[in-house]
């Protein structure tokens, strides 16, 4: 067998592109599922905090490395929390551009069509993966921050038949993201199949694959409420909802995929073809999972291994090789259109994430006690001003208050919470034991923000609350040390371990506008 030649990274260019992609995409700590994977990191260094509902992140801590390894790194540099997660960022910024130059390199003969590849990414790589629920790559940290790396250095290995280094970068990514684990195991199978037999054969083997993925346990029937209501709300799990345009997104790759497939493109390579046709079942037998799961509601418990999220590695590679092939058949002889291309398309996702996060900053840097969107500035001054051990009552709905900018409570606070409707019951999601509670939670502190203080005794009385936030006026008769920009923090009259709130004095210590 012909020895496969060793690729060189080019660290200084690739360290560049990572800052672009930064400048471009922008950083936000603790938004959407940051705030599910950072308070369990968040725990294992401060054991002290969170000293309620933590199982609404530790589920998902239970099944990965992710937190283990945030923690252990902050411990080890003597950086705070958020540093260390900034940081992290940046290193897998950079991991993941590295990754797509040297699936770029084993997909391409020319320097133009792999550098082509490379940029459009970098500009791009915010996009959604059509209507998986996911971005390429997140512009925050979570666990896919490191297992979409991991899974394009696997693929790389793979392709180039260096099986013992794939396998450890499988675990490595078992480890730190199932899920996304279990679709690189499968698109490799699909890469091991596309080589050794018959079209057929491999459609087959495909399905075969696919149904001995399916976990034990999984029972057949309708899920019921409250679980029903959370699995549901997620709309991207179930094909029957997704529009003509969604449906675009899945099938345009495939068919192009399909042309790749043929390996007659100019300066291509055999990976090229190979990755190409493997992808084809890959998209093929998802589609048909997805399908099958909407068929009827007895498998409406399979619904949550979310078959379609292979669309996220899909779209991620159909991206990268179009862009390659775009820098093959485009820029030889004409380099400029490079930039022409690409410089449109890093404006348009800087405005796509000035959308998304209106009221904060572009780029939030670690070390910040105030910010733009008064939000977070609620949240920072919560994590300098209240006990560790604070509980707080937050309007179960808060996570999509446009002010909210989908930043988390517990992640930027770094205290304990009752259950959210959003985000928590995308865990539960995922974990149907914990349906019950999270409605009930989730129920109890349904619109807070119009609660008069009996309300918030009431609230005391059934769970172990001490702290509230507030979005609007603070009712008379609370004692809230913090009143700015339309939000207010206040203790709980009643709650276990407060003296008794000054009803006389509702205002007692306020911080005025």
Same mark, same amino acid.
């Given at each position: 067998?012909?020895?496969?030649?060793?690729?060189?990274?080019?660290?200084?260019?690739? !360290?560049?592109?990572?800052?672009?992609?930064?400048?471009?995409?922008?950083? +936000?700590?603790?938004?959407?599922?940051?705030?599910?994977?950072?308070?369990?990191?968040?725990?294992?260094?401060?054991?002290?905090?969170?000293?309620?509902?933590?199982?609404?992140?530790?589920?998902?801590?239970?099944? $990965?490395?992710? &937190?283990?390894?945030?923690?252990?790194?902050?411990?080890? #540099?003597?950086? $705070?929390?958020? /540093?260390?997660?900034?940081?992290?960022?940046?290193?897998?910024?950079?991991?993941?551009? &590295?990754?797509?130059?040297?699936?770029?390199?084993?997909?391409? #003969?020319? *320097?133009?069509?792999? /550098?082509?590849?490379?940029?459009?990414?970098?500009?791009?790589?915010?996009?959604?993966? *059509?209507?998986?629920?996911?971005?390429?790559?997140?512009?925050?940290?979570?666990?896919?921050?490191?297992?979409?790396?991991? #899974? @394009?250095?696997?693929?790389?290995?793979?392709?180039?038949?260096?099986?013992?280094?794939?396998?450890?970068?499988?675990?490595?990514?078992?480890?730190? +993201?199932?899920?996304? %684990?279990?679709?690189?195991?499968?698109?490799?199978?699909?890469?091991?199949?596309?080589?050794?037999?018959?079209?057929?054969?491999?459609?087959? $083997?495909?399905?075969?694959?696919?149904?001995?993925?399916?976990?034990?346990?999984?029972?057949?029937?309708?899920?019921?409420?409250?679980?029903?209501?959370?699995?549901?709300?997620?709309?991207?799990?179930?094909?029957?909802?997704?529009?003509?345009?969604?449906?675009?997104?899945?099938?345009?790759?495939?068919?192009?995929? %399909?042309?790749?497939?043929?390996?007659?493109?100019?300066?291509?390579?055999?990976?090229?073809?190979?990755?190409?046709?493997?992808?084809?079942?890959?998209?093929?037998?998802?589609?048909?999972?997805? &399908?099958?799961?909407?068929?009827?509601?007895?498998? =409406?418990?399979?619904?949550?291994?979310?078959?379609?999220?292979?669309? +996220?590695?899909?779209?991620? @590679?159909?991206?990268?090789?179009?862009?390659?092939?775009?820098?093959?058949?485009?820029?030889? !002889?004409?380099?400029?259109?490079?930039?022409?291309?690409?410089?449109?398309?890093?404006?348009?996702?800087?405005?796509?994430?000035?959308? *998304?996060?209106?009221?904060?900053?572009?780029?939030?840097?670690?070390?910040?006690?105030?910010?733009?969107?008064? /939000?977070?500035? #609620?949240?920072?001054?919560?994590?300098?001003?209240?006990?560790?051990?604070?509980?707080?009552?937050?309007?179960?709905?808060?996570?999509? =208050?446009?002010?909210? =900018?989908?930043?988390?409570?517990?992640?930027?606070?770094?205290? $304990?919470?009752?259950?959210?409707?959003?985000?928590?019951?995308?865990?539960?999601?995922?974990?149907?034991? @914990?349906?019950?509670?999270?409605?009930?939670?989730?129920?109890? *502190?349904? !619109?807070?923000?119009?609660?008069?203080?009996?309300?918030?005794?009431?609230?005391?009385?059934?769970?172990?609350?001490?702290?509230?936030?507030?979005?609007?006026?603070?009712?008379? !008769?609370?004692?809230?040390?913090?009143?700015?920009?339309?939000?207010?923090?206040?203790?709980?009259?009643?709650?276990?371990?407060?003296?008794?709130?000054?009803? &006389?004095?509702? +205002?007692?210590?306020?911080?005025?506008?």
């Amino acid at each position: 067998m012909k020895k496969v030649p060793r690729l060189q990274l080019p660290f200084v260019r690739l !360290g560049l592109l990572t800052a672009a992609a930064l400048a471009i995409h922008g950083y +936000h700590l603790g938004v959407e599922d940051g705030e599910i994977y950072i308070p369990a990191a968040r725990k294992l260094l401060r054991p002290d905090l969170y000293p309620y509902a933590t199982e609404f992140f530790e589920s998902h801590e239970r099944l $990965s490395l992710f &937190a283990p390894i945030v923690a252990w790194t902050a411990r080890l #540099t003597h950086l $705070s929390m958020d /540093w260390t997660i900034f940081l992290w960022y940046i290193a897998t910024l950079f991991f993941t551009l &590295a990754a797509c130059w040297m699936l770029a390199a084993a997909s391409f #003969t020319a *320097t133009r069509a792999r /550098w082509c590849a490379v940029l459009i990414i970098a500009a791009i790589l915010t996009m959604p993966a *059509t209507n998986t629920g996911l971005l390429l790559m997140d512009p925050y940290l979570t666990a896919r921050s490191f297992s979409t790396p991991l #899974t @394009l250095f696997a693929l790389v290995a793979v392709l180039r038949r260096r099986f013992i280094t794939a396998g450890f970068l499988t675990l490595i990514t078992a480890a730190i +993201h199932p899920q996304m %684990a279990a679709y690189l195991v499968f698109l490799g199978a699909m890469l091991w199949i596309a080589e050794r037999i018959s079209s057929r054969e491999k459609a087959a $083997s495909a399905l075969s694959a696919f149904s001995l993925a399916l976990p034990a346990g999984f029972g057949l029937g309708p899920a019921q409420e409250p679980y029903r209501e959370a699995l549901y709300a997620r709309d991207f799990y179930f094909l029957s909802t997704w529009t003509w345009y969604d449906w675009l997104g899945l099938l345009a790759p495939l068919v192009f995929l %399909a042309w790749f497939a043929k390996g007659k493109l100019r300066g291509t390579t055999p990976e090229f073809a190979r990755l190409s046709l493997a992808l084809l079942p890959f998209g093929v037998v998802s589609i048909l999972a997805g &399908a099958a799961i909407v068929s009827t509601h007895k498998l =409406d418990m399979y619904a949550r291994l979310q078959p379609l999220r292979c669309f +996220h590695l899909i779209t991620f @590679l159909f991206m990268l090789l179009i862009a390659g092939v775009v820098g093959e058949y485009v820029t030889k !002889g004409r380099l400029w259109v490079i930039p022409a291309l690409c410089v449109p398309l890093a404006a348009g996702m800087y405005w796509v994430d000035r959308e *998304t996060y209106p009221f904060s900053s572009h780029m939030e840097w670690p070390g910040r006690t105030a910010s733009p969107n008064p /939000w977070i500035s #609620t949240l920072f001054w919560i994590r300098q001003n209240t006990p560790t051990d604070a509980i707080f009552a937050v309007d179960s709905r808060y996570f999509k =208050d446009p002010e909210v =900018d989908v930043h988390g409570f517990r992640a930027l606070s770094e205290r $304990s919470a009752l259950a959210d409707y959003y985000k928590d019951g995308g865990v539960v999601a995922i974990f149907p034991k @914990l349906a019950e509670e999270w409605k009930q939670m989730s129920s109890a *502190t349904y !619109g807070l923000n119009h609660f008069d203080v009996s309300d918030f005794m009431r609230l005391a009385h059934e769970y172990p609350v001490t702290w509230t936030v507030i979005h609007g006026p603070a009712p008379a !008769g609370m004692e809230c040390p913090y009143q700015q920009r339309g939000y207010a923090v206040c203790k709980i009259p009643g709650a276990p371990g407060l003296p008794p709130a000054n009803v &006389a004095s509702p +205002h007692h210590d306020r911080i005025n506008p």
